[in-house]
């Protein structure tokens, strides 16, 4: 069965740091293209960041150039976002997505609210 399961989000002041991180069981880590999404209320779905099977790319939404850092552990299964200078309008839920040859898989997602 597979799994992807984030953790890391919650309330953050503006400025501030959180590091999210994805999870994942049921298929081979090391072969999937990871993502992370995010969802603002009454927005679509927006790619933020993603990073290829070895790591050596990654590639980043211009909102958050500079300030978000993708990487993955594939030892650990386990994917990352290191999120700085946080903006209100970062506020989001915040989705792993992983794309596993044809098949893209989903997890439930963290709520990242910003806010003083």
């Known amino acids: 069965q597979v799994q992807l399961v984030e953790s890391g989000g919650g309330l953050v002041q503006p400025g501030g740091s959180l590091r999210l991180s994805c999870t994942a069981s049921?298929?081979?880590?090391?072969?999937?293209?990871m993502n992370w999404y995010r969802q603002a209320p009454g927005k679509e779905r927006e790619l933020v960041s993603s990073i290829t099977m070895t790591g050596h790319t990654t590639d980043y939404v211009d909102s958050t150039k500079g300030r978000f850092t993708i990487s993955r552990d594939n030892a650990k299964n386990t994917a990352y976002l290191q999120m700085s200078s946080l903006k209100p309008e970062d506020t989001a839920v915040y989705y792993c997505?992983?794309?596993?040859?044809?098949?893209?898989?989903w997890g439930r997602g963290t709520q990242v609210t910003v806010s003083s």
């Open positions: 997505n992983a794309q596993y040859f044809a098949t893209h898989y």
């Open positions: 049921g298929f081979i880590f090391s072969a999937a293209t």
